[in-house]
């Protein structure tokens, strides 16, 4: 195939099961010029709810080369608090208009009395929250007309009245509401360390069957009050080593999936964020591969 | 503890540094947990401070990094945004700029914030055809003196106690900003006609004759609310039309 023609790419349908990338103005003019470069493009809903204008011509013309991914990072989710409907309203209304192959949000909250906090801030895993992010997810599918995604977080606390593992959290919001999870490899690698537990038995615990996409992004050092590190969920740099191996085994058990480099700070030369798609094109093979291999010995 | 409480304590330790980090976080052990929420205080600061680096530049590159990331904190630090939207977070920053102590002695850093402002309103606006001159053309003389105009929605016109608009095309480019040759007030007109925002200094008489023109008073109206030495009305419609300023008349 030689060129991605604009009508096929327009009809919605599942993200393909290859790499993409989080779209960026600063990577348009290299994006048009070249031959169609990454299976996907991903996009923060919140960027694109101006009435018009320039980011709103780029995205058409993005979307009309490319599958799309809309991104939420605003609505709140995580949080007691009732949803916001005009939020609500204007996710509708650029998923109307963009057709997306999918949207996604966070196990998270954003919003309270104080205002938009601009960060994925935490919450307990018990009961009593399960029962809210449930509601939540249901209206969200209500609303929107859609199933949607929800991702694991990064986190840097833990409440003491956490008493659900957030494997099994997630396992039970996708069973009842119907939702799928993003896996996002990067934030499990950041919380293990965070939180002292082994990334790959996390995984093994991930409700892998409702996976739709995976995140992969790079973080940052720091350290704790203790002097232990703390990982910081940065997207400002390549994916770590430890990073491509756990997704390397991700996609050994899941098999080809979407999926995403979130660089969102520090942005790399398109050339630069096109290598990071292609090496997880290249351990998706190599994965597919392996999978081969263990069903023929 | 109850959901609603947690989260009610975890976003107000967030928003005051005075305060510990939540109980609800604190270790079992009792060991801190400070330099952990932090990163929350840090990730909102950034996230905030960084949407406002990005919506006034040419303010940043006036005062400098340092000075702005300070300024900027203090907005952050008393107006939290009202939605998940940050592309218009930030809209009342130049009043905030107005009354900042420090930076009283840099008395046209609010009206370079007011234009930067309407520069990035006009950038998001919705997308309208603007009137052109040929659609004039077509008028009778003695029709144009109850013409009224319906502003193009990017449209955006400010009045400024400061060579606003100079200092802010000086400040365009890689090169040293050189201070304006004339140091007078100035209004300006910001628009979208297409995909480029354009900003035009309106000459003498300008403003309240646009201003007139935008609020909804006729041709004639306007004329004589613009009047000074030597105002040419058909000069300034034509100069308003070209620029965009307007998506109809009637």
């Not at chain 1, 205002?115 to 801030?121: P, R």
């Not at chain 1, 942005?267 to 290598?275: E, F, Q, S």
Request: hydrophobic residues 45%.
């Amino acid at each position: 195939m030689t060129s991605l023609k604009p009508a096929a790419a327009r009809a919605a349908g599942p993200l393909p099961r290859r790499a993409g990338v989080g779209f960026k103005p600063e990577h348009f003019e290299a994006i048009l010029a070249g031959p169609p470069a990454v299976g996907f493009f991903e996009v923060h809903a919140e960027t694109y709810m101006g009435d018009g204008g320039p980011p709103h011509r780029r995205l058409e013309a993005i979307r009309a080369r490319y599958p799309l991914s809309l991104h939420g990072v605003g609505l709140s989710i995580g949080s007691p608090r009732p949803l916001d409907r005009e939020h609500l309203a204007r996710l509708r209304a650029l998923i109307r208009r963009y057709q997306p192959a999918q949207f996604s949000e966070h196990l998270a909250w954003s919003s309270h009395d104080e205002g938009f906090l601009a960060d994925l801030l935490p919450l307990p895993y018990n009961e009593e929250t399960l029962a809210v992010v449930r509601r939540h997810i249901d209206e969200t599918q209500e609303a929107l007309g859609t199933r949607m995604l929800l991702e694991n977080p990064s986190t840097y606390v833990q409440f003491s009245d956490s008493v659900i593992e957030e494997t099994e959290f997630l396992a039970e919001i996708a069973e009842r509401t119907g939702c799928g999870l993003l896996l996002d490899v990067n934030n499990v690698f950041v919380r293990a360390t965070n939180h002292g537990f082994d990334p790959f038995a996390y995984l093994a615990d991930f409700p892998l069957r409702h996976v739709g996409e995976i995140h992969l992004a790079g973080y940052a050092d720091a350290v704790d009050d203790q002097g232990a590190p703390l990982l910081i969920d940065a997207h400002n740099s390549p994916v770590r080593a430890i990073v491509w191996s756990l997704y390397e085994e991700a996609v050994r058990r899941l098999g080809p999936t979407p999926t995403l480099i979130e660089w969102d700070n520090d942005v790399p030369p398109w050339p630069g964020l096109l290598a990071e798609a292609r090496r997880a094109e290249t351990a998706m093979t190599r994965a597919a591969a392996w999978g081969a291999l263990r069903h023929a010995v | 503890m109850p959901f609603e409480a947690t989260i009610a304590s975890f976003a107000r330790a967030l928003t005051d540094p005075k305060r510990p980090a939540p109980a609800a976080t604190r270790r079992r052990d009792g060991r801190p947990v400070e330099r952990r929420f932090a990163v929350y205080r840090n990730n909102v600061a950034v996230a905030l401070i960084g949407s406002l680096e990005a919506r006034y530049p040419v303010v940043r590159r006036l005062v400098g990094d340092d000075f702005f990331r300070g300024m900027a904190g203090a907005y952050v630090a008393a107006e939290k945004p009202r939605s998940p939207m940050l592309i218009h977070y930030g809209a009342g920053f130049a009043e905030f700029v107005a009354r900042f102590p420090p930076a009283a002695e840099i008395a046209y850093l609010a009206d370079v914030a007011r234009l930067e402002n309407a520069w990035v309103e006009a950038y998001h606006a919705a997308d309208a055809g603007a009137l052109d001159l040929d659609a004039l053309a077509a008028i009778t003389p003695d029709a144009f003196e109850t013409l009224r105009f319906r502003p193009h929605p990017a449209a955006r016109l400010l009045g400024f106690a400061h060579p606003a608009a100079s200092i802010w095309a000086a400040s365009q480019g890689d090169g040293e900003p050189r201070a304006p040759e004339v140091w007078s007030a100035e209004d300006a007109l910001v628009t979208r006609p297409d995909a480029d925002v354009l900003v035009r200094v309106l000459p003498p008489g300008g403003f309240a004759f646009a201003a007139a023109l935008f609020s909804g008073a006729s041709l004639g109206e306007a004329a004589a609310l613009g009047a000074c030495d030597g105002f040419d009305p058909g000069a300034h419609l034509v100069g308003l039309v070209g620029a965009g300023a307007f998506q109809s008349f009637r």
